[in-house]
């Protein structure tokens, strides 16, 4: 993929690419996530070397970065699979980020991470960066795109919520949650709270399996 667009804030223009990473980004993929996931998001959970050449080994096309004004400020991330909504955790549906498992004829682009570099939020750059996934889903003709979001509005409420019931707030729109909220706006749909999804002190461990569905397929 290679899209050129403009985004905007307040009357300031910014000039925007969306591109597959490559081998030399690696470093600067790196340092975006820990910007963007600092303590007490586990370190060893942010990508390295070897992960991120798998990604683009793997699956190239699910290997995507956004500049602005030439410099990397957010990345996404997928592989291809034939799952079936079962439950499952991060560590198994994306082999611990190194994506072994992908399929090449799966029906459903799963994605295994979504960064953007807090420099840079406020831009919609997740909101394109998830656009251009969608563009993938269809331009490969699969069936969905599904993925485990975080829920890290939950320690907010930890001392007065469970979090079924934060989750149950979140999803009809009574509460909400910096990264579930976004991906509805942004058109993905709740289909179920997971526990013991990832290892992730703000969300209790949990996460909620979001959907988007290819419109042009039955």
């Known amino acids: 993929m290679n899209k050129h667009l403009y985004v905007f804030k307040s009357d300031k223009r910014y000039d925007v690419t969306i591109r597959n990473y490559r081998e030399k980004d690696f470093e600067h993929l790196i340092e975006l996530q820990r910007k963007a996931f600092p303590p007490p998001f586990p370190s060893d ?48 549906i994306t082999s611990d980020g ?41 331009y490969l003709g699969a069936a969905k795109l599904a993925g485990g979001s975080r829920m890290p509005g939950f320690k907010e409420y930890k001392n007065e919520l469970t979090v079924e019931a934060y989750y149950e707030k979140v999803i009809n729109g009574e509460l909400s949650d910096p990264v579930v909220t976004f991906l509805m706006k942004a058109g993905r749909m709740p289909e179920k709270l997971m526990k013991n999804y990832l290892e992730d002190e703000d969300s209790a461990d949990c996460a909620v399996l979001m959907t988007w569905k290819n419109p042009f397929l039955a």
């Open 45 to 92: 959970l942010l990508w390295n070397d070897e992960q991120l050449t798998a990604h683009i080994t793997r699956f190239p096309e699910g290997a995507l970065c956004i500049a602005v004004d030439g410099q990397i400020a957010g990345s996404i991330t997928a592989l291809r699979t034939n799952y079936a909504n079962e439950t499952h955790t991060w560590e198994q």
């Open 98 to 138: 190194y994506i072994t498992d992908h399929e090449p004829d799966g029906k459903v682009i799963y994605i295994v991470d979504i960064c953007i570099d807090p420099d840079y939020r406020g831009l919609g750059l997740g909101k394109e960066l998830m656009r251009a996934m969608y563009e993938t889903v269809v």
